[in-house]
DNA sequence: AAGAGTTAGTAAATAGCGTTAACTAATTCT
DNA sequence: AGAATTAGTTAACGCTATTTACTAACTCTT
């Protein structure tokens, strides 16, 4: 029977029958189900379980035990409900497995170590700017061997890792396919880094950085979990990853993998020069190198850091309200094209805080047509330090890719 | 057991599982991934289908079997390939079932009976500006009558009604959202049409008039099928509808329905006031609500015939020009967030012809940047009459949702 | 304090799915 | 005419979730 589980790097969870299935499919299919059913709502009863997902307690129970003998789901406490025998609460254990997650990012390199609750149980960051695909792999390679010099996490199963690139992967390959702020185009990023790197078993994905932090932004969400999120990030470039599906999150990626490029969206036409080769991207309004190129900061110093020291300077103060503004627009943009039921921003720009946000969310909620204002406004989350968001993000595609393989 | 083929009106076809599935799910699951694959390459044998499905020939034919019997399939000649015994083709039967589809058009109503195979059986038309809800689905109503007149048709099993509308519809329930250029707000459309009309058994569903299109011109596109589509419809709006998925197309529709609302996305921060209540929108460069007013076209009179009769004068020939750049620029930043593999032209706008289009593919042509150089041009197809586009689509979809659930 | 009532969870029997393996059918090639 | 090859069907089989009946564990009532 065909295998609904192929390795298409892309589809980390993507359960969206592209093929027939068979008896195997249903029950890969169901076991996931009752899984992210815990993920998302931790503590539900086995008859919880057999009623949010309509599957029978019997079925239910047989797959829960079979989870907990592997070490994906533990037992916690009874339900303290009243009427009859209480139920015991369920969790996914986080003392089992590990998953490993790596970024490789203009201004430096992280790895993390996380359980299966999304928590970081170790990492490692290394500032520097990456030069060549290969050297940038024998470095990270070395992070990782670090990462798992613990003993302690060495002595856990580990299920595979992921790596997040900051440029447009192709669909069909694990392949980044152009990184314009680090000058890499058409890598095979795994293969150089399986040249250096025996060690985690498991699963190797790659992805876009924007994608893979979309992704664990919304696997391990906290709370009444939304139907879909987009994730703005905001860095030496501007991208942005989106993913909807209760218990199969997918990550719609497009024909070139280029869904979320809004940085390369032209908002003014014949506009100023991009790094894209194009004008009047989005990018040459907001993001990074934009910032970076019209203040006059060094390369390596950090952005951040030097223009909140210069937010005296009018100029400064002006370029970031400015840059906000154009974010406030991209945002809004973004809701007229990819539609989240709710929006992230984070990246390397949220460092520069209320001079260049307060800006961004103002003129978003100031725009608002009568499309947008039909329906509740949709929520806006920023995250202030997303060090490691995109290197859990990628871990966490592991995970959902894992728990179908199981 | 939970239904998979819950009447989510939106998900004619959506199968991604949102729940647990049991035997019945796989069964359905299976028998649509074997019309679908007759439907996108008709002639296969059940051999053929097997080999492509990865089911067994077993499973195969007596699948086959069934749909045959019930009118879905017909066996059509032997195949000539050499070898061992031939196969039997197998195509979809177009003499059996029909769909009914219609679209309220901000300049007509429009109403289609179509077979299995997308073919137009019959259809009625009627050039009138629809006014309040309720008379608008009189109106149809009577159109639909007109057109189950004809006792051939009437007597062909219906396997349901699909209408299109010019404005964004809720994910969560048929209700139209807003119709900026109809001045309708939360309309029940279905409920209306359905309190003046017994008629088609079956699946009744609404969407949007792009999402529509979308679905159609995927659905029954002939040749080798692209992965995605998205369908640009430029008519008195801009909007665009998005539709991927081999065996089971889905349209993304986001939080509010406005994935596509390309119209609406702000090109000229705080430019020339759209009908959405916000600046500078798309629709201020290029659609025809804009074309009319600007070049003082009468709201009775043909846009497309009057414009195309002054084209001597330098100011229309401009406006054309300078709108088609901006259809071009749409188009780019189009393949920039929702990026589909092939682009499709529509709307009542191309029949103003090479004025208007000619540029927008120069455009875009010229202005690719590096990420689109990356790989192949993305191909682009127009539609010059898309009178029917859209009923056509509506029933499409019609015919999806009930192959599920055959 | 004991029993009724209620809900959680388990166990065994059952129906239905796709697969496997063996078959028949229909063509071409030698 | 027979071997080889491919298409399609049939019956037995293993596995799935379900059904039905049961046991377990608690609260509430009396």
């Excluded at 850091?305 to 840059?323: G, K, M, Q, T, W």
Aim: hydrophobic share 45%; net charge negative; glycine share 10%.
């Amino acid at each position: 029977m065909s295998n609904h589980f192929t390795p298409d790097h892309f589809t980390p969870n993507h359960f969206t029958p592209h093929a027939a299935g068979d008896l195997n499919y249903l029950k890969s299919l169901n076991r996931s189900t009752i899984l992210s059913t815990v993920r998302r709502y931790p503590g539900l009863s086995r008859a919880d379980i057999a009623l949010r997902t309509g599957l029978t307690k019997a079925t239910v129970g047989s797959v829960v035990n079979v989870l907990g003998e592997r070490g994906w789901l533990r037992e916690g406490e009874l339900h303290a409900r009243g009427g009859g025998r209480p139920g015991r609460s369920l969790y996914l254990d986080g003392e089992q497995h590990v998953m490993l997650g790596a970024e490789v990012g203009v201004k430096g390199l992280r790895v993390v170590a996380c359980n299966l609750l999304g928590e970081r149980l170790a990492s490692q960051r290394l500032d520097v700017s990456p030069t060549t695909p290969e050297e940038t792999a024998a470095v990270l390679a070395r992070l990782i061997e670090a990462l798992l010099g613990d003993p302690a996490l060495a002595a856990r199963p580990c299920l595979g890792l992921g790596v997040a690139l900051p440029g447009p992967v192709a669909p069909q390959a694990p392949i980044l396919r152009l990184a314009p702020n680090l000058g890499w185009v058409d890598v095979d990023f795994l293969a150089l880094l399986r040249a250096e790197l025996d060690a985690p078993a498991g699963v190797w994905l790659l992805d876009n950085e924007a994608n893979a932090a979309a992704f664990g932004e919304f696997y391990f969400i906290e709370g009444t979990p939304p139907e879909s999120i987009a994730y703005l990030s905001a860095g030496s470039g501007i991208g942005c990853g989106v993913v909807s599906g209760e218990h199969f999150p997918v990550i719609p990626r497009g024909h070139q993998g280029l869904v979320g490029e809004i940085g390369h969206t032209v908002l003014v036409a014949d506009g100023a020069p991009c790094h894209c080769g194009n004008h009047g991207c989005a990018e040459t309004l907001v993001s990074g190198w934009m910032l970076r190129e019209s203040l006059g900061v060094a390369a390596d110093a950090s952005l951040s850091a030097s223009l909140l020291a210069r937010l005296d300077e009018p100029e400064v103060s002006a370029a970031l309200a400015r840059a906000g503004r154009a974010l406030g627009l991209l945002m809004l943009n973004l809701h007229h094209t990819l539609n989240p039921s709710m929006l992230i921003l984070g990246g390397s720009l949220m460092r520069l805080g209320a001079p260049l946000v307060a800006p961004a969310l103002a003129y978003f909620d100031a725009h608002q047509n009568d499309l947008l204002r039909q329906s509740q406004r949709v929520p806006v989350k920023v995250v202030e330090d997303s060090t490691f968001t995109a290197a859990r993000g990628a871990a966490a595609q592991v995970m959902a890719r894992a728990a179908i393989e199981i």
